[in-house]
């Protein structure tokens, strides 16, 4: 049997938070990987990247809850 995957959508609810004068949105949680896609807005140009949940802020973590 397969295993379901742990991806949580996060694009609509915006999440946004600002750590080095630098805006982050976050779009996805991989709860298997424990990772977030977020994208990266600094200066006039957007970058998606993924990084680990743990270098979130506290405050957004919480909203995330990965139980």
Avoid at 32 to 48: I, R
């Amino acid at each position: 049997m397969a295993k379901k995957k742990r991806t949580y959508d996060f694009s609509k609810e915006n999440i946004q938070y600002i750590q080095d004068n630098i805006q982050y949105r976050v779009l996805r949680f991989n709860q298997e990987y424990m990772t977030v896609d977020v994208v990266k807005f600094e200066k006039n140009e957007k970058t998606n990247i993924e990084m680990p949940f743990a270098h979130l802020p506290k405050a957004v973590k919480k909203i995330i809850k990965p139980n």
